[in-house]
C-alpha cells in the first residue's frame, strides 16, 4: 500500500499539478466521452496507458473476458450491461470498441473450465464465452494457437451480443455507433482491428 500511496502523491504532484484546468472542468461540467471502451481486467491491460488517453476521453468497463452478456428485459444485478446503456444511452457515445488480448486467462479457461469449477460466479461468467469456444475447437487448433483463436472468435462474439442490445443496434443502422474488435498484443503493444470486408483483423497503425 505504501508504493500505490507514494504513486497518488506524485500523482498529485505532477501530474494533476500540470492538468488542474482539464481536470477541475471535467468535475464541474460532467463528462461526455467519445467512446465506451470494453476492456479486460487483466493488470496487463491499461487502455489509457496504450492509447494515450486523457480523463474524460474513454468510459471504461472492464472485467473477466471483455465478455458482453446479450441483452435481457431481466432486473437483475448486471454491472456490464448497465455501463452499456449509460454509455450509449446516457452519455450517447458514438464508437464502442471491444478490446481483447493475447495469453487472455478468461479463453485460456474456457477450455479447462475444471481450474474454476470451485468458483461458482466465474463459472457462470465465463458461459458467455462458449460460442467462441466451440468456433476455436472446431478450427483443429491445439495449445497456444487455440488460445488465440479463441480470444479473435471471443471479440467477434460479442460484438454480436452488442447488437443484441435495441438502442445500439438501433444506433448502428442509423451509423450514431460505430463498433469495433480490437486485438491488443501484450507483448508488442500493437493493436489488431476486425475488418469486416476482409473477415480478418489487420494492423491499426495502418489504417
Not at 3 to 19: C, P, Q, V
Not at 64 to 76: A, D, L, M
Not at 133 to 155: P, Q
Request: glycine residues 6%.
Amino acid at each position: 500500500m505504501n508504493e500505490f500511496k507514494d504513486g497518488n502523491r506524485a500523482f498529485k504532484e505532477l501530474y494533476f499539478t500540470k492538468h488542474e484546468k482539464e481536470l477541475v472542468n471535467l468535475a464541474k461540467n460532467g463528462q461526455s466521452p467519445q467512446a465506451l471502451f470494453i476492456g479486460c481486467s487483466d493488470s496487463r491491460v491499461i487502455p489509457d496507458l496504450f492509447l494515450n488517453t486523457k480523463p474524460g476521453d474513454l468510459f471504461v468497463v472492464r472485467n473477466v473476458g471483455n465478455f458482453v452478456p446479450k441483452f435481457t428485459t431481466k432486473k437483475e444485478f448486471r454491472g456490464t450491461a448497465s455501463a452499456i446503456e449509460y454509455a450509449v444511452s446516457v452519455l450517447n457515445v458514438s464508437e464502442i470498441i471491444v478490446c481483447g488480448h493475447t495469453h487472455c486467462g478468461a479463453c485460456e479457461t474456457l477450455h479447462k473450465p475444471e481450474k474454476v469449477e470451485h468458483l461458482p460466479h466465474l463459472t457462470k461468467w465465463l458461459e458467455i464465452g462458449e460460442e467462441a469456444k466451440n468456433r476455436a475447437v472446431a478450427t483443429n487448433m491445439s495449445g497456444d494457437d487455440l488460445y488465440r483463436i479463441t480470444e479473435k472468435f471471443s471479440i467477434l462474439s460479442q460484438l454480436e451480443n452488442l447488437l443484441t442490445y435495441p438502442e445500439i443496434k438501433r444506433k448502428v443502422e442509423s451509423n450514431e455507433i460505430y463498433i469495433h474488435g480490437w486485438y491488443y498484443h501484450i507483448e508488442s503493444g500493437e493493436i489488431e482491428y476486425y475488418d469486416p470486408d476482409v473477415k480478418k483483423f489487420l494492423p491499426l497503425s495502418e489504417t
